[in-house]
């Protein structure tokens, strides 16, 4: 299962786009709110990211380079729907963050 | 003009999109109505039918109005009249594989507890008076629009006409009427040509009601 842990680093942010600005293909002058987790997640680190980090620099893991914890969604926002200039309604889902943790 | 033509139907689809209630309940009807279900049906009309009922319901006027009722320039038939057009996504909620006599659509309707109440509520609070300066009997837009969207959702559902002026109709007409051809005309009318509701539309588009003003501000 995994473990999410709240950190004060790792935060919720938003900006203001334009649909086109996602690069996702759409051609439409609709806007949406975009959310997204950013900021570090060094609080919450474990031992198991410890150990990772000190065999990675001590180069015992040969080349891999496992991910340490990471700020990531552990919710999504709501659909987004939209019209296009060719009026096809589109539905995007799991593309904004409602709740933000380190993973 | 120096200054790009505003599309009204465009910024209230912006405006939607960024407030949380009216973006979720907007793509809360538009996926069960643009989903296909299976090669004979594009959609899921009762689901569709009853998200479009939530919208109206869950969201502020001033996002679900502006949107269902915002005004285009008559010189813009594409960008903003089909737009307007496209609100309820007529291709599940309204259009139908053959076009019913409107009498029948009527009775059909009767049948429907909610239908029935509302297409009531709809010809007590639109009812056109040419006498009075609002164009309605009872002199309150604000209660003419919330009838009318009311409809939205029922098979009753109303939408645009492909027309030069503001014209709405439910997905039906008077062929076939035999001697109720007066009576059934006069039902369409209702929905073509009442200067109660056009002025309703209207006012709302412009921003000039004063009914619904202070509600929604």
């Known amino acids: 299962e995994r473990i999410s842990v709240q950190s004060r680093g790792c935060l919720l942010k938003e900006v203001h786009l334009n649909v086109t600005d996602l690069g996702l293909g759409y051609q439409t002058k609709e806007e949406l709110i975009f959310r997204y987790c950013s900021g570090p997640c060094i609080e919450a680190e474990t031992n198991y990211d410890k150990i990772l980090n000190n065999l990675t620099h001590n180069k015992k893991l040969d080349k891999d380079a496992p991910s340490r914890t990471c700020c990531r969604p552990i919710a999504f926002d709501d659909d987004l729907s939209f019209l296009d200039d060719n009026v096809v309604y589109h539905t995007l889902k799991k593309h904004s963050a409602r709740k933000c943790g380190c993973v | ?217």
């Not at chain 2, 899921?44 to 039918?49: A, E, F, I, L, Q």
Request: aromatic share 8%; charged share 20%; hydrophobic share 30%.
């Open chain 2, 1 to 217: 003009p120096a200054v790009a033509r505003e599309n009204n139907c465009l910024n209230a689809a912006k405006a939607c999109n960024l407030n949380d209630t009216c973006k979720k309940y907007r793509s809360a009807y538009i996926s069960p109505c643009t989903s296909r279900v299976s090669t004979a049906e594009v959609c899921n009309k009762r689901k569709c039918h009853k998200a479009l009922r939530q919208f109206f319901d869950k969201v502020h006027p001033k996002h679900s109005y502006g949107m269902l009722f915002c005004s285009c320039p008559i010189s813009d038939q594409k960008a903003c009249s089909e737009r307007r057009r496209q609100t309820i996504v007529p291709v599940c909620s309204y259009e139908e594989k053959q076009t019913p006599n409107c009498l029948e659509l009527q009775a059909s309707c009767k049948t429907n507890y909610i239908c029935r109440s509302r297409l009531a509520d709809f010809f007590v609070n639109c009812m056109p008076d040419p006498r009075s300066l609002s164009g309605c009997l009872k002199e309150n837009y604000a209660d003419c629009l919330l009838s009318y969207s009311g409809l939205i959702g029922t098979v009753m559902t109303p939408n645009y006409l492909r027309s030069p002026k503001i014209s709405v109709s439910p997905y039906c007409d008077c062929s076939n009427c035999g001697n109720n051809k007066d009576e059934c005309d006069k039902f369409t009318e209702f929905f073509t040509e009442n200067i109660c509701l056009r002025n309703a539309i209207q006012a709302f588009g412009n921003g000039t009601d004063i009914g619904i003003g202070p509600q929604i501000s």
